[in-house]
């Protein structure tokens, strides 16, 4: 990676907090105990057929949308992600069945008006709730719920990287559907997978002119794709959209062009399916980026172990995405430690009323 380095500014803070993502998560795994102990009292607590309503704000909401759909495979029940002012706007229609319905309130500062209100009113509608976020001292972990702290996650950016990718570990390891050495290799094949495709990715955006990023995925990886639309955003303010991989074709794909990168994290529950959707971005003279387990035609092939578990699958193709938005950014001058019109977090004027 050395002589990249001279090819972009490697000592920005968004990189470093990229890279930073396989030693953080072994931070986060070695505090499976306390994780399992919360999640035990809250997803495995006994109560069947209840409806986990998952809350957060821009990449806290697409949090939300991978836990929920972790949660409805492993559990057999119901669970979804929502954007925290839905519950806002409509609270007694969400939380109409209170004995029944369960509420995670995410956000990485733990201060973002929405999650904080939403959170707020769901205690008060007398759902059980959980809050999951990288800040011990925020007004979110003081509501007086149980909370999932990653503190390995917190960072300075402005755009989230690593606290994405923490705290979703943090709440799968809280559900507890995994075997004893699950986890064990994680932070290595990061390493490992970040390493070979560095090159690659900054290569391909250098020699290209990309203007439109599209993400594909279904399920867990749907959420995935949908984060990773926003870091393009973000970081590179660059047009950016994200689809569940087959509802592409449904009119999205008339917008294919040579300038088009269409990228799909393939699930191996639905990947013939997903591979001819890519076919058909090829055939209309797209550029595709394959992120999946096994080696595929495509201009950016990103081969994940195959051994792994799913989920650990899911959070290995979070740090090669990153690396697409943030060279993106590099590739236009842009810095994305210093992104246009936001905030680490959004503070609403009337947020002290509510
Ligand atoms: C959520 C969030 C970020 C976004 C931003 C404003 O923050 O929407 O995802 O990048 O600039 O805040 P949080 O609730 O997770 O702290």
């Given amino acids: 990676m050395n002589n990249l380095s001279e090819r972009f500014d490697a000592t920005l803070l968004s990189y470093k907090e990229i890279l930073e993502q396989p030693t953080s998560w072994e931070k986060t795994i070695k505090n499976k105990d306390s994780y399992v102990k919360i999640g035990r009292d809250f997803f495995d607590d006994g109560i069947n057929n209840k409806i986990i309503l998952f809350s957060g704000c821009g990449s806290s909401l697409y949090l939300g949308e991978v836990a929920a759909a972790y949660y409805r495979r492993n559990f057999n029940s119901w669970a979804l992600g929502m954007a925290s002012s839905e ?11 209170p004995n029944q319905t369960y509420f995670v309130a995410i956000s990485r500062s733990g201060e973002t008006s929405e999650t904080v209100m939403a ?6 509608h007398g759902v059980k709730c959980l809050a999951v976020t990288c800040t011990p001292k925020s007004t979110l972990a003081t509501l007086g719920c149980p909370v999932l702290i990653t503190e390995s996650g917190s960072e300075e950016s402005v755009v989230m990287t690593k606290s994405f990718s923490n705290m979703l570990l943090a709440i799968c390891l809280a559900m507890n559907k995994a075997n004893e050495n699950d986890y064990d290799n994680l932070s290595k094949h990061a390493d490992a997978i970040i390493k ?7 290569d391909f955006l250098d020699k290209s002119t990309i203007n439109r990023f599209i993400f594909l995925g279904t399920s867990e990886r749907f959420g995935i794709a949908r984060e990773a639309s926003l870091k393009v955003k973000e970081m590179a ?29 393939v699930s191996p529950h639905f990947r013939q399916d997903e591979l001819e959707v890519l076919e058909d971005v090829k055939k209309y003279g797209g550029n595709t980026l394959i992120i999946h387990e096994i080696a595929h035609e495509s201009d950016i092939s990103i081969v994940l172990p195959e051994k792994c578990t799913d989920i650990e699958k899911v959070l290995l193709s979070l740090p090669v995405l990153h690396l697409l938005a943030f060279f993106k950014a590099q590739n236009k001058g842009i810095n994305p430690d210093k992104p246009r019109h936001l905030s680490q977090f959004v503070k609403l004027p009337d947020n002290d009323k509510m």
Avoid: M, W
């Fill in 87 to 97: 519950f806002l706007a409509n609270p007694d229609v969400l939380f109409h069945k």
């Fill in 119 to 124: 959170l707020k009113k769901a205690i008060d």
């Fill in 196 to 202: 070979k495709y560095t090159n690659q990715i900054f």
């Fill in 237 to 265: 303010i660059c047009d950016s959209e994200s689809f569940e991989t087959l509802e592409y074709r449904h009119g999205p794909i008339s917008l294919v062009d040579d300038k088009t990168l269409v990228s799909c994290i």
